[in-house]
């Protein structure tokens, strides 16, 4: 089992930034490509950003390509989301995954485990 704490999520401004974090326990940590989703009000779950067990390849969907980033630090076995530019249409919860294997995985499917969610509102 693994264990995902999502912490870092609040309420800013548009044009704002906010970094989220993920703190993972009870596995090897870098045995596993981690993921950020994302979840609107009346949405389903959509992907974020992804990236593999030694950072070497990353992932992002379209809309938050160039704003966000995501990193990890394995020695802390915590995941980031540093998030720039925010954008009202960036409000939701967002979640941490991990998957087994340790590659960039896009499909929610892919992913073993998931945190609780930190919710993050951008206002206009």
């Known amino acids: 089992q693994v264990q995902l704490v999502e912490s870092g999520g609040g309420l800013v401004q548009a044009g704002g930034s906010l970094r989220l974090s993920c703190v993972a326990s009870?596995?090897?940590?870098?045995?596993?490509?981690m993921g950020w989703f994302r979840q609107a009000p009346g949405k389903e779950r959509e992907f974020v950003a992804a990236?593999?067990?030694?950072?070497?390849?990353?992932y992002y969907a379209d809309s938050v390509k160039g704003r966000f980033t995501i990193s990890r630090d394995n020695a802390k076995n915590t995941v980031y989301l540093q998030m720039n530019s925010l954008k009202p249409e960036d409000t939701a919860v967002y979640y941490c995954?991990?998957?087994?294997?340790?590659?960039?995985?896009?499909?929610?499917?892919?992913?073993?485990?998931w945190g609780q969610g930190t919710q993050v509102t951008v206002s206009s």
């Open positions: 009870g596995r090897t940590f870098s045995n596993y490509g």
């Open positions: 990236l593999n067990r030694y950072s070497a390849n990353t």
């Open positions: 995954a991990a998957a087994y294997g340790g590659g960039t995985y896009v499909s929610a499917n892919t992913y073993d485990y």
